[in-house]
Structure formats: structure tokens, C-alpha cells
């Protein structure tokens, strides 16, 4: 071989090496982790941590310095309690599935049109954390950038003396420590305001107490915040996050944040030096599962990792996140004699439920910042107000694709003035066009004197070249906002609107047909917008700016492949707004005079607008190119 093949094999022969050699550095700490965890026990129901102190104690020799509660190996996990929220209404809109294993919340069934799918073919609620490896509040140990944490897996046990339809209490022995977890509802009212939000939330309080005869060391802990992915095969897997509150601001990352474009993938992430960690959690598209520790319960670290979810109803495997806050460490003291070990507690409040806008700002007193889940990004300004005005709107009609219609019906209102003063200043700069004609063919070999000639032209006349873009460019922002606002809303998700459009959280097709291998959707509100779009464009007078005219030739276009393939609200509002268009174009032409071609006179001592500045600046470069190109 020659020196170039034994290069290219050495270096193979290396990577090959160097991958054996981080892969068993792996193993070697999983290992390591798993082989530290000791057996567990279940404590009888009646037991209480008190009570459960008579349990003999290791001897100091044998009592491990730092506590490690967990079984190398998963039992089968069987549900032992439920819990359903209700609304100031008194309807149920949440069901908390409790398992045995971990003493944790397997799951959180959405209940209700407002946060749920129309259930076609038979399907479930949607649920929130369906993983059936691991449960919300699970306790994690040993948590680490190098090696995945054990989870507990210990058998909880149900203490019905202490639960009723509001509280479950569960109870377990983990090694030489007592555990005991109560999940309770939070009450809806706080002080004078009513919270629906509340209906999604939990508080769960952790006490652990030490039965050894030495004292216990406890680092690295967790508790589990659960995982996420999307909800069904035509969502979108890139709205799966890790989200957390640190230091005032909100911080987002999605699956791919563990699969750099440069540098080894990440397994996991450890996060240890967080000012200020006030929440974490995962969210999809509808839907967030967030923790929030009181004072002193979280220790400003969290945990992330990406991992595999079966689609809900399917078999199939989506990729998905998980999280964990981390706990601060701790030490119990040991039993002595009759006296018991040290205790410590811990308080958590738990939101698992949909994203919607009003009831999220509501809940930002208890829960600091939680509508930034919303995720509207530098278009929040916007965004808010228009699901403000949607979901009043619903309130009213009942029916959220009529909400949609509204609400653009109250966006077109409010830019009307805009609209009526950009179109005819279009109208009076297409009665410039036999001018703009004549400028062309006097220099027909100068194209920077025709534009200086035309820049004269415009403010001799008082027409501003960019007035008829102001209300499109206007829209843009507006329309984008809305795209946020729709992206994020479960009251979309399954929600009708008229006929054919069964569902305005996704695309509205009608048929389908296979050509060259590919099936073809056949999406209505796309079209009947593309159509009104070139409708709209005819019915605009033509101004002879070339690059007006090719923005408005491409626009149809544009708008009509971005629209095609996203949900159909997303259509039917730019549907509505093209319709309006038409509507407002037939009455400015019907109600409002034609405009006169006439020069505007110099008033003294009158500021020019930003439009006549730019236009003068513009002269005065054209002006200097042009005595440049004359030396």
C-alpha cells in the first residue's frame, strides 16, 4: 500500500480505538452507579415513618456513608391511586394516574374539548408523560455528565388514612431510609382570584427520614420532572424542549441540542452552576410538564437527556427529552436508641397541562413567568394581544375558526387607515407611470439619470415610492405572530370550524392522489387563499416601481408553499384577510374620489418626512456616481 492508504487505515484504526475506548469509560461508571444502589423494601400501608423507625438498623459498619436509595433492576409498575382536577366550574379536566414503583405520577390524562383531540377512530385522551419506564417525581440518584442516574425503585405503598379524593400519600423504605411523598391538589382560589390554571397543578412534599445508626450523606440527587414528546405523527417533533426558568430568563433547547453539528453527542447534561433555577421542565407543542421547588428544595442544578417515546397509540418510537431539578445535599443524623434518625423534607409544585395563553398569564403571581412557555419570541407584543382577542372571541361564538375570522376582521379595522392611504398613494403614483414612460425613452442609455429624474418626479408630487409596501410589510410581523400564536395553542388542537375543516390544528385535505411516488395532498383553504391573493393583486393599481411589482407578482407564490403543508388556521386567516382586502379596495374605489395628479407646494419652514429625507439621499448619491462617472 502506499502512504496514503496506511494513513487512512491508521486513522480509522485510531477512531475505532478511541470510540471502544469512550464507550467502556461509559460502562465502567454506569456500572459503577448500579452496583453502589442497595435492595429495597415496602413498608406495610399502615406504616408511617415514625412507626417504621422499629426497623432494625445497619450496623455502623455496614451502613453506607452516602445514601444511594435504589434497585439496580425495574419491577413491574402497577397503578395504586388516581386523582381528577376540577375546574371553578366544577367539570373534571385532569386525571393523575399514581404507580407503586418510584412513588411517582405515571401519567396525566388531558380531559375536556378545550385540551384535547376530537378523539377520532377511537383515540385516547391525551396523556401527559405516557413513558412507561419512569414517573413524575421519581427520585434520581447519582446524577452526572458521565453515566445515566439510577432511579428509585422502590414499591411505595398507599396510606388510605391519609388520602382522600384531593391527597394521595405514599410510603416506602429505601435501604435504611423512610420516604414518604403526599400528592395534593391545589386549591383554585388564591386570595380573590380564581386560578383554572391551578386545576393542572400538584404539590408534592418529600420527607425522608434515616433509620440507620450512622449518619447519612445525600449529593447528587433529583427528582424527576418528566419527559416529552410530541403528541402525534403530524406534529412537529422540533417543538419538543427542555425548558427552564435561570435568572430571570427563559432558556429553551430541543433533542438536537445533544447532537452538535461539531463535537462528540451528548448523552446527557448536567447542569450544576445555575444563579438563579426558579422552574424546569419539558414541553411539546400543546403541551409542558414543569417542576418548581420552594425555598430551599432545589439546589439550582437540573438534569437533561434525550431518550426514545412510543407515539401515543402507536408502536411506533419518537425521540423525545427528559429532566430532573436537582436536589440540594443533605445530611440526616443517625438513630440513637429510641430516638429517631434525622429528617428532612422537601415541597414542589407540579404543572402538567396544555398551553393556553390566558390561563398561564393568570398563573404567573404563583408560577413566575410560566406564559413564556407560550414561546412567541420577539413577536410577544404582538402575539398576545391577538390570543387574547381569539379567545374572546371564542367565548362568544363557540367555535374557534370563527374566532379566527373575527379577530382578522378586528386586525384589518385597525390598519384600515394605512390601507386607504397606502392605496391611493398607489393610485396616484400609477397616474406618474406616462411620466415615469416618458423619462425612460429621453434616456434611454441612462438609467441612474432616469432615476434621479424619477426621485424629482416623487417629490415634486409628494409620493413616496415605498407607501404602497407599508400595509404588506405591515402584515408580515401580523401574520407571523399569529403563526406563533397558532403553533403553541392547544384550544386548536382537534378544534372545527366549518365543513371540510375538521380540525384547524392541522392541514385541511380533502383527497389525495400518488404521482411519481409521492402522495399529493389536495389542502383547500391554501388554494382559496392563493386565489384571493391574485385577485387582491389585480384589483391593486399598478404603480410601475418594478420592485413593487415583482414583490406582488411572487407573493401568491410564497405564501401559497409556506401555507400549504402548516395547519389550516394558519390559511384561513390569511384567507380572511385577502377577502377583507377585496372588500375595503371596493369601497375605497366606490365611496372615496380618485385622486388628482398635482404638485405639492414647498410650504416654508415644513419638515420633511423620513421618506423625502431617504428620497433626498438617494438623489444625492445617484447625483455623485453620476459627476464620478463623468471624470
Not at 401555507?563 to 385577502?578: E, G, K, Q, R
Amino acid at each position: 500500500m502506499d502512504r496514503t492508504a496506511w494513513f487512512v487505515v491508521s486513522l480509522c484504526v485510531a477512531l475505532l480505538g478511541l470510540q471502544w475506548y469512550l464507550n467502556k469509560q461509559d460502562a465502567d461508571a454506569a456500572a459503577a452507579t448500579a452496583a453502589a444502589a442497595p435492595k429495597t423494601e415496602q413498608v406495610s400501608p399502615a406504616a408511617t415513618p415514625a412507626e417504621a423507625d422499629s426497623t432494625p438498623a445497619a450496623s455502623p459498619e455496614t451502613a453506607p456513608a452516602a445514601a444511594v436509595p435504589a434497585a439496580p433492576t425495574a419491577p413491574q409498575a402497577r397503578e395504586i391511586a388516581t386523582l381528577t382536577s376540577r375546574n371553578a366550574q366544577g367539570q373534571p379536566v385532569a386525571t393523575y394516574h399514581f404507580r407503586d414503583i418510584g412513588g411517582s405520577i405515571s401519567s396525566v390524562q388531558m380531559l375536556g374539548q378545550a385540551v384535547n383531540s376530537t378523539k377520532p377512530d377511537g383515540q385516547d385522551d391525551v396523556r401527559i408523560n405516557a413513558n412507561p419506564a419512569q414517573g413524575i417525581g421519581t427520585l434520581l440518584f447519582g446524577l452526572s455528565n458521565d453515566a445515566a442516574p439510577v432511579f428509585d425503585q422502590a414499591c411505595y405503598s398507599l396510606l388510605p388514612e391519609q388520602s382522600n379524593e384531593r391527597q394521595v400519600t405514599l410510603i416506602a423504605k429505601s435501604g435504611e431510609l423512610i420516604i414518604r411523598k403526599v400528592y395534593s391538589l391545589k386549591p383554585l382560589q388564591q386570595g380573590e382570584k380564581t386560578l383554572d390554571g391551578n386545576a393542572y397543578v400538584i404539590h408534592l412534599t418529600v420527607d425522608i427520614q434515616n433509620t440507620a445508626a450512622q449518619s447519612m450523606q445525600a449529593e447528587r440527587w433529583g427528582l424527576y420532572a418528566g419527559g416529552m414528546q410530541q403528541i402525534s405523527e403530524e406534529e412537529f417533533p422540533r417543538y419538543s424542549y427542555f425548558v427552564r426558568l435561570e435568572n430571570g430568563s427563559f432558556e429553551k433547547e430541543t433533542a438536537g441540542y445533544f447532537s452538535p453539528w461539531f463535537g462528540k453527542k451528548k448523552s446527557r447534561v448536567l447542569e450544576t452552576d445555575c444563579e438563579q433555577l426558579e422552574w424546569v421542565g419539558a414541553m411539546n407543542q400543546y403541551y409542558a410538564a414543569l417542576i418548581k421547588p420552594e425555598q430551599g428544595s432545589g439546589n439550582n442544578s437540573y438534569y437533561a437527556a434525550p431518550t426514545q417515546y412510543p407515539l401515543q397509540g402507536k408502536s411506533k418510537e419518537v425521540e423525545g427529552v427528559e429532566t430532573a431539578l436537582g436536589l440540594p445535599a443533605f445530611t440526616l443524623s443517625p438513630k440513637s436508641g429510641e430516638l429517631p434518625g434525622g429528617q428532612k423534607s422537601f415541597a414542589f409544585d407540579i404543572f402538567t397541562g396544555p398551553k393556553l395563553n390566558i390561563m398561564l398569564n393568570a398563573m404567573t403571581d404563583e408560577f413566575r413567568m410560566l406564559d413564556r412557555v407560550m414561546d412567541y419570541g420577539v413577536l410577544t407584543v404582538i402575539s398576545y394581544p391577538m390570543n387574547w382577542l381569539i379567545t374572546l372571541f371564542h367565548k362568544w361564538f363557540g367555535n374557534w375558526g370563527w374566532a379566527i375570522v373575527a379577530m382578522t376582521f378586528v386586525v384589518r379595522l385597525l390598519i384600515w387607515p394605512l390601507y386607504r392611504k397606502s392605496y391611493m398613494s398607489m393610485k396616484r403614483m400609477s397616474l406618474l407611470q406616462p411620466k415615469m414612460v416618458e423619462l425612460k425613452t429621453k434616456y434611454p442609455d441612462d438609467p441612474q439619470k432616469v432615476n434621479m429624474e424619477m426621485m424629482k418626479l416623487y417629490r415634486e408630487y409628494g409620493i413616496s415610492p415605498m407607501g404602497g409596501c407599508l400595509p404588506m410589510l405591515l402584515q408580515i410581523p401580523i401574520f407571523f405572530a399569529f403563526f406563533y400564536v397558532l403553533q403553541t395553542a392547544a384550544e386548536f388542537r382537534g378544534a372545527p370550524w366549518i365543513g371540510w375543516v375538521t380540525d384547524l390544528s392541522q392541514t385541511d385535505t380533502v383527497w389525495s392522489f400518488s404521482a411519481l411516488g409521492f402522495d399529493l395532498p389536495i389542502n383547500v383553504l391554501p388554494i382559496l387563499m392563493a386565489v384571493s391573493m391574485i385577485v387582491q393583486m389585480h384589483m391593486t393599481p399598478a404603480t410601475g416601481d418594478p420592485t413593487q411589482v415583482r414583490i406582488m407578482r411572487w407573493m401568491p407564490l410564497m405564501f401559497f408553499l409556506f401555507c400549504y403543508t402548516y395547519p389550516s388556521a394558519l390559511a384561513l386567516y390569511w384567507t380572511t384577510t385577502n377577502i377583507i382586502s377585496i372588500i375595503q379596495t371596493i369601497v375605497i374605489r366606490r365611496v372615496i374620489p380618485e385622486p388628482k395628479l398635482e404638485k405639492v407646494s414647498a410650504k416654508k419652514g415644513r419638515k420633511k418626512s423620513f421618506f423625502e429625507k431617504m428620497m433626498d439621499a438617494q438623489q444625492a448619491a445617484l447625483a455623485a456616481q453620476q459627476q464620478q462617472g463623468k471624470r
